[in-house]
């Protein structure tokens, strides 16, 4: 099968009765890009209103892209701001850990936790599922054609790459020795065709290799 390219629409259909957050980054045209020149307290409050799901000690937030999980001291970023961002959730001494989390150059799902023994027992957990190539995450993806597989894996060369003052993941066809050294990646992921319709599917995706 060769590879489909997803397509992802910057106008999401929002779910029945809800309604698009206002603040720092639900004004934006593209809300998964993070502002420049965010002050501290602003980005405390975007991710506060990232929040997705608080279950027990658990706290799962959407990232926005551009927002590094670590970096220089006085750099702004995800770790330097939990305690504030702890704080304003109202956890008083118990401050978040980073139990899982896409790169600076991803939006998505971070996982957090208050308390130290059950992040790094999930930690743990996601470390040796990734040796062992077993799925923890599942993306969904709209593609622009229908794979001619139900179901498979795909394996695909990727690289950063910086268009229109963004830094894109976009795949790299027969990678080179020199590719790989200079930071292609080679990637496995399981596929799975959910339904499909007007030449397009929707594709159920999950990797098995890299930070997934």
């Not at 390219?5 to 980054?25: D, I, K, M, T, Y």
């Not at 020149?37 to 997705?52: F, G, H, I, K, T």
């Not at 702004?76 to 978040?96: A, D, F, M, Y």
């Not at 593609?143 to 795909?154: L, Q, R």
Request: hydrophobic share 35%.
């Amino acid at each position: 099968m060769g590879p489909v390219v997803p397509e992802f629409s910057r106008h999401q259909r929002q779910p029945r009765g809800s309604r698009l957050r206002s603040g720092p980054l639900g004004d934006q045209p593209f809300p998964g890009l993070l502002p420049k020149n965010l002050s501290r307290e602003e980005l405390v409050d975007a991710l506060r209103a990232a929040v997705v799901d608080r279950k027990g000690p658990l706290v799962t937030l959407n990232k926005p892209q551009g927002l590094p999980v670590t970096g220089k001291s006085g750099e702004l970023t995800l770790l330097s701001v939990l305690p504030e961002l702890s704080q304003s959730l109202g956890l008083g001494e118990q401050e978040l850990q980073v139990v899982r989390a896409s790169g600076k150059e991803s939006s998505g799902l971070v996982l957090l936790s208050s308390c130290p023994q059950t992040a790094s027992r999930l930690q743990k957990f996601f470390i040796h599922s990734q040796r062992a190539q077993r799925p923890t995450a599942t993306y969904c993806a709209v593609t622009n054609g229908i794979p001619t597989a139900s179901e498979g894996k795909i394996q695909a060369a990727l690289k950063l790459e910086h268009i229109d003052g963004v830094n894109l993941t976009v795949p790299v066809k027969a990678p080179s020795r020199k590719d790989i050294l200079e930071g292609v990646k080679k990637t496995l992921s399981h596929f799975r065709v959910v339904a499909t319709g007007s030449g397009c599917a929707l594709v159920q995706l999950q990797p098995l290799t890299g930070p997934g």
